[in-house]
């Protein structure tokens, strides 16, 4: 009997954008985390603005390439933002190698392409995934399976990472990031010569309005429209605590050997979230979604101050400690996603869907501008472990407003 996460696989669009996705995935997330080290090690805890500057790559393509990403087919727009975001990697490699290390301005040119990358991508791919599903009641499984790709991500990629660390140079996780954005652009060309994905244009409605589109669709939902307001704030606590305060508190407790040891807490956190998609994915969508989606919140926060308390463990009982509270922090991860896209995809006009998931993500970059612009200073003031204790006491207050304001 199939599991009812595995019943996208059959149909051959889906299978083949999960392959691509999956192996982009791994190859973004080893990118990530030896980014996340190496600029942590080169530009203290100023690396933060590293993020700021993806964040505000992403804004601005949300917010002034609606309109045109919207006439475009959807799996049109994916392609390009791969080989876009190969593109950049390759010339961040170029660089690494000319000059022994990598320049600034290349990082920040890089991470500024990711960023508006990633904002093409996601929206055109959930507005594509209703019609590559093919029926609806196989979205809750085919947006989990979807889900498992960043998750696998965060526990192969790092995973990865801790076993060739002694094997490959730094940059050569860079080839390899380049190498998986090819793949994944030739499986959605793939996917385009079996499946047509029409554009979700409005027709010729104002830049303003087509940013606008998507606050609209969801202000009148209850869960969604609470979860919007209060995304940012969430995101920008996760970059905060897991892709600074972390990798500062291992780089300065152990060192040389911090790389790995980070490489090992995200792997924990990969395999915390790949066990609550597992599971969602199998289970559907739930009765009263928003007591799951504020249960995850809750899980996560309570789970993130546990792990600022574990950074205050001696060295050698810090990573595992790390680990553990990461892993159960992540679990929480999927109880918001899985639900949050289900609802707009199937409660949502097909035409307002990409443009929800965009003021899904304005709202998340924002957040993590602001973060970013604070993080540093309160980081270097109050020291990494205060900074983890202070986000995950802002998650609970989140999950327990949630459960005061939205019924359901």
Known sequence: MTLPLLRPLAHRPTALLWAGLAGAAVGDELFRVVLGYVAARTLGPDAGYLSVVQAAATLATLLLGARALDRVAPLRVMMAADLLRAAALAGLALAWLAWGAPPAWALFGTILVL????????????????????????????????DTTERLARLAGPGLLVLAAALLAEVQFVALNVATFLLSALAI????????????????????????????????????????????????VWVAVYYLALPLQLERTLGAAGLPAFGTVIAAYGVGNLAGTLVLGNLGLPARPARLVFLGILL?????????????????????????????????????????????????????????????????????????????????????????????????????????????
Do not use: C, K
């Open 300 to 408: 996560f926060g309570v789970a993130t101050m546990a792990m600022a308390g574990a950074m205050l463990l001696p060295a050698g009982w810090q990573v595992a400690g790390i680990a553990l509270a990461a892993a159960v922090a992540a679990i929480g991860g999927p109880m918001q996603d899985i639900v949050v896209a289900t609802l707009r995809q199937t409660d949502l006009a097909r035409e307002d869907v990409a443009a929800a998931v965009r003021a899904h993500m304005v709202s998340v970059q924002l957040g993590t501008v602001v973060a970013m612009l604070a993080a540093p200073a309160l980081v270097a003031a109050l020291g990494p472990a205060a900074v983890a204790l202070g986000g995950g006491a802002i998650y609970v207050a989140i999950a327990l407003a949630g459960f005061m304001r939205v019924r359901g």
């Open 189 to 236: 060309w793939a996917v385009a010569r079996i499946r047509t994905v029409p554009p979700g244009s409005m027709g010729g409605e104002s830049l303003l309005d087509a940013a606008l589109r998507g606050v609209r669709a969801v202000r009148r939902h209850a869960l969604l429209g609470f979860m919007l307001a209060v995304v940012g704030v969430q995101n920008g």
């Open 115 to 146: 960023g508006a990358g990633l904002a093409a991508f996601r929206p055109a791919m959930q507005a594509a995934l209703p019609v590559l599903a093919g029926d609806r009641t196989m979205l809750p499984a085919a947006n989990a399976l979807m």
